[in-house]
C-alpha cells in the first residue's frame, strides 16, 4: 500500500490521482457490480410532500412520466445533482483511503445520455473507472432524495437501466484482473439481473477473487431470500448487511439480536458485517463474534451512507492486510462517523487521509501481534493458515 498521504478538497474538485483518462489500470484491486444512479437532492417542505402525494420518509419506486412530474414540481427550487448509488458510495470512500494506491473499478448500466456522462465523469474524477459503454437503447437512472426539516428523506427511484447488468466481455475481463468483486444488493429485484450477478460471483470464485455482498434492502431481501441466500452460501466470502438485512436474510424475529444473526450468517459465509445503528457493529467469522463499538468521534448530522461507508472502511482493511478483526470493525466504524457527520453520504478527501494515515500508524504497532485473519491466494484465512 505504501505511503499514505494527500490532501483534497471537495467532491467537484476530485481529480484522478495522476492517472490520464485514457490510462486504465490492467490490474483492480476492487471491482463493483451496481446500481449507477445520479442523484438528484432538494430540500423541501412537507407541504411539497403533500402536493405530490408522498409518503414521508419512505423509498418509492416510480417511472419515466412520475420523474418528470416531480422534477417539474421542483423547478425553480435548489437542488444538488451527483452520481450516486449505494456501491459509488463505498467505491469512492474506497479509492479516497486508498490514496490512489488502491485500483477502483465499477460495471453496470447507464444510458448513452447526458446524465451518464456526468455519471462517468465524476467517477472518474474520483478515482473510480467505470468499465461498462452506455447502453443506446435506455435512459440513466435517478433518485430524487426530498429531506424535510426534520431531516427525514423520501426516496423516490427511477430505475432506468441502472438495473439491467449482463455478464459481458467487459465484465468478465474485470474480474479476472481483480482481487475483489463488489455487488450491491438493490441488483436482486430483476430476474435477469440475479442470473448475471450469479455468474459473476462464480466466475470470480473459479478466478479466486473474493466475493463480497451487500444486502442493502431488507424489503428485497425478504422478497429474493432463497435467491441471495444461493449466491451467499456458493459463492461469497464476505456479507454485509444491518441488523433488519440479517433478520430478514435469516428468516428471524425483531426480538433476534444481531450478534446472533451474525453468528449464524458466518456459518454459511466465512466473513460477516452486522451494524446495528448508534449501537455499533458486530463482525463475525467462522462462527465466533467480536462487538465493535460506535465511533464517538463526531455528531451524527445524515445517517444516509453510513453503511456504504462502514463497508468500505472494512474493505480497506482487508486489502491491506490487516491482521486485527477489532482493528478492522473500528476503522470501518471511524469511517462511517466521518459520513454521518456531514451532510451527503461521500466520505472527504481530508477526512480520508486522516483516517488512513491514524490506521497505519495503528498497524505497525501491531506488526509483533499474531494475526487474526489474512487474505491469500483469493481466500480469507485465519491466523493459523486453515482455510475458513
Same mark, same amino acid.
Given at each position: 500500500? /505504501?505511503? %499514505?498521504?494527500?490532501?483534497?478538497?471537495?467532491?467537484?474538485?476530485?481529480?484522478?490521482?495522476?492517472?490520464?483518462?485514457?490510462?486504465?489500470?490492467?490490474?483492480?484491486?476492487? =471491482?463493483?457490480?451496481?446500481?449507477?444512479? =445520479?442523484?438528484?437532492?432538494?430540500?423541501?417542505?412537507?407541504?411539497?410532500?403533500?402536493?405530490? #402525494?408522498?409518503?414521508?420518509?419512505?423509498?418509492?419506486?416510480?417511472?419515466?412520466?412520475?420523474?418528470? *412530474?416531480?422534477?417539474?414540481?421542483?423547478?425553480?427550487?435548489?437542488? *444538488?445533482?451527483?452520481?450516486?448509488?449505494?456501491?459509488?458510495?463505498?467505491?469512492?470512500?474506497?479509492?479516497?483511503? /486508498?490514496?490512489?494506491?488502491?485500483?477502483?473499478?465499477?460495471?453496470?448500466?447507464?444510458?448513452?445520455?447526458?446524465?451518464?456522462?456526468?455519471?462517468?465523469?465524476?467517477?472518474?474524477?474520483?478515482?473510480?473507472?467505470?468499465?461498462?459503454?452506455?447502453?443506446?437503447?435506455?435512459?440513466?437512472?435517478?433518485?430524487?432524495?426530498?429531506?424535510?426539516?426534520?431531516?427525514?428523506?423520501?426516496? %423516490?427511484?427511477?430505475?432506468?437501466?441502472?438495473?439491467?447488468?449482463?455478464?459481458?466481455?467487459?465484465?468478465? *475481463?474485470?474480474?479476472?484482473?481483480?482481487?475483489?468483486?463488489?455487488?450491491?444488493?438493490?441488483?436482486?429485484?430483476?430476474?435477469?439481473?440475479?442470473?448475471?450477478?450469479?455468474?459473476?460471483?462464480?466466475?470470480?470464485?473459479?478466478?479466486?477473487?473474493? =466475493?463480497?455482498?451487500?444486502?442493502?434492502?431488507?424489503?428485497?431481501?425478504?422478497?429474493?431470500?432463497?435467491?441471495?441466500?444461493?449466491?451467499?452460501?456458493?459463492?461469497?466470502?464476505?456479507?454485509?448487511?444491518?441488523?433488519?438485512?440479517a433478520r430478514a436474510l435469516c428468516g428471524f424475529g425483531s426480538s433476534t439480536s444481531p450478534s446472533f444473526a451474525a453468528q449464524h450468517l458466518s456459518r454459511y459465509c466465512k466473513l460477516v458485517s452486522v451494524t446495528d445503528g448508534a449501537r455499533g457493529s458486530y463482525i463475525a467469522l467462522a462462527g465466533s463474534v467480536v462487538y465493535v463499538p460506535p465511533s464517538r468521534r463526531c455528531k451524527p448530522v445524515d445517517t444516509c451512507g453510513a453503511g456504504d461507508a462502514y463497508a468500505a472502511g472494512l474493505l480497506y482493511g482487508l486489502l491491506c492486510?490487516?491482521?486485527?478483526?477489532?482493528?478492522? /470493525?473500528?476503522?470501518?466504524? *471511524?469511517?462511517?462517523?466521518?459520513?454521518?457527520?456531514?451532510?451527503?453520504?461521500?466520505?472527504?478527501?481530508?477526512?480520508?487521509?486522516?483516517?488512513?494515515?491514524?490506521?497505519?500508524? #495503528?498497524?505497525?504497532?501491531?506488526?509483533?501481534?499474531?494475526?487474526?485473519?489474512?487474505?491469500?491466494?483469493?481466500?480469507?484465512?485465519?491466523?493459523?493458515?486453515?482455510?475458513?
Open positions: 500500500m /505504501g505511503g %499514505l498521504c494527500r490532501s483534497g478538497g471537495a467532491e467537484d474538485g476530485d481529480q484522478p490521482y495522476g492517472v490520464p483518462e485514457t490510462a486504465v489500470p490492467s490490474q483492480w484491486d476492487v =471491482v463493483g457490480l451496481g446500481q449507477a444512479m =445520479v442523484d438528484c437532492s432538494a430540500m423541501v417542505g412537507n407541504d411539497a410532500l403533500e402536493r405530490l #402525494q408522498l409518503e414521508k420518509g419512505v423509498r418509492t419506486v416510480i417511472d419515466h412520466e412520475q420523474r418528470g *412530474k416531480v422534477l417539474q414540481a421542483l423547478d425553480g427550487r435548489s437542488y *444538488k445533482v451527483s452520481a450516486g448509488g449505494s456501491l459509488s458510495n463505498t467505491l469512492v470512500a474506497l479509492a479516497r483511503l /486508498g490514496t490512489g494506491r488502491i485500483n477502483v473499478a465499477m460495471t453496470g448500466s447507464v444510458g448513452k445520455d447526458p446524465l451518464g456522462d456526468f455519471y462517468r465523469t465524476k467517477l472518474l474524477r474520483a478515482n473510480v473507472h467505470f468499465l461498462s459503454s452506455p447502453m443506446v437503447r435506455g435512459t440513466t437512472g435517478t433518485v430524487i432524495v426530498l429531506t424535510t426539516p426534520d431531516a427525514q428523506r423520501t426516496m %423516490l427511484s427511477y430505475q432506468g437501466m441502472s438495473s439491467v447488468i449482463e455478464y459481458d466481455q467487459v465484465l468478465a *475481463k474485470a474480474l479476472s484482473a481483480s482481487r475483489l468483486l463488489v455487488v450491491e444488493g438493490y441488483l436482486w429485484e430483476i430476474p435477469q439481473t440475479i442470473q448475471a450477478l450469479s455468474r459473476a460471483c462464480q466466475e470470480a470464485r473459479k478466478a479466486n477473487v473474493l =466475493v463480497a455482498l451487500t444486502a442493502s434492502d431488507a424489503s428485497c431481501i425478504s422478497r429474493h431470500r432463497d435467491q441471495f441466500w444461493d449466491v451467499m452460501e456458493s459463492s461469497a466470502d464476505i456479507l454485509f448487511a444491518n441488523s433488519d438485512e492486510n490487516a491482521p486485527n478483526l477489532r482493528g478492522i /470493525g473500528s476503522l470501518a466504524a *471511524k469511517v462511517a462517523a466521518m459520513v454521518v457527520s456531514q451532510q451527503g453520504a461521500r466520505l472527504r478527501h481530508e477526512d480520508a487521509n486522516q483516517l488512513a494515515m491514524e490506521f497505519a500508524l #495503528q498497524q505497525q504497532q501491531q506488526q509483533a501481534s499474531p494475526p487474526e485473519l489474512k487474505v491469500r491466494n483469493g481466500d480469507l484465512e485465519s491466523g493459523t493458515g486453515a482455510n475458513l
